[in-house]
């Protein structure tokens, strides 16, 4: 998978993506991650990428020519289109579903908004889909491009080793993980919960299976009416 992502700040991207698992799938070739300046595809003197807002108001507005010349440079580059992504606070709420549709793209635009927004025509024209991270407000589209790289590339096949966590735990689908322990057995005051040390696997999975429901029923009551498949093994 290539990933490309359009920003102003390409260089913020320069050290998150040389780490663990996400440089080994580079490392080993299943990923592919191109920082992009959005200001290379500006033409005037001063590399100006935002503008004025129609209609006033505050704030400045992203212009639509050095995005879309960015984007079309991309598709000038491979045969296989790219599914072009803009992150932005009016987007679908980014989750394990979306992280696992994308996995599936062979190419994908990152596009990366600052100021007020991006002139809407590349909402509507040039981009497939946008997507929020959450509902908070942040200064750019950069931290949600991070963010969907790393929930992405553990996605992408070969990635990640038999053993690591994405196939495991079936049965504990759409809840939070139960509480993990290791040595020492007691540490300051607390112990490690008897059921753990008692070498029982059905005992421990019983004690799992509950220490998980209580947690999310208290926590996260949301999670246990979602739909079957909104499940990351499922
Ligand atoms: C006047 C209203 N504006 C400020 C509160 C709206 C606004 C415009 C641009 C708010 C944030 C931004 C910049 N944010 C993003 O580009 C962004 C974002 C976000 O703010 N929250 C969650 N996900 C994302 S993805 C991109």
Aim: include cysteine; aromatic fraction near 8%.
């Amino acid at each position: 998978m290539k990933i490309e992502i359009i920003t102003i700040f390409p260089d913020l991207f320069t050290e998150v993506f040389r780490f663990g698992m996400i440089q080994q799938a580079q490392q080993k070739g299943l990923l592919e991650i191109e920082a992009i300046n959005l200001r290379d595809f500006t033409t005037d003197r001063h590399r100006t990428v935002d503008d004025r807002p129609f209609g006033g108001g505050v704030g400045m507005v992203m212009k639509p020519e050095p995005l879309f010349a960015a984007v079309e440079s991309c598709m000038g580059d491979n045969s296989s289109p790219p599914h072009v992504v803009l992150l932005s606070p009016q987007g679908q709420l980014f989750d394990q579903n979306k992280a696992k549709e994308l996995s599936l793209m062979t190419r994908l635009i990152l596009i990366c908004g600052r100021y007020e927004g991006v002139d809407q025509r590349v909402a509507d024209h040039l981009v497939d889909e946008e997507i929020s991270l959450g509902d908070y407000v942040l200064s750019g589209g950069e931290f949600g491009a991070a963010v969907i790289v790393d929930a992405v590339s553990r996605l992408i096949p070969g990635v990640l080793g038999r053993g690591d966590s994405v196939l495991q735990d079936s049965f504990m689908d759409g809840m939070l993980d139960y509480p993990h322990y290791t040595r020492p057995a007691q540490f300051r005051d607390w112990k490690v919960p008897e059921s753990l040390l008692s070498g029982n696997h059905r005992e421990i999975e019983r004690w799992r299976e509950e220490q998980s429901l209580k947690l999310t029923k208290r926590r996260r009551p949301d999670l246990l009416h979602v739909k079957e498949n909104d499940n990351e093994s499922s």
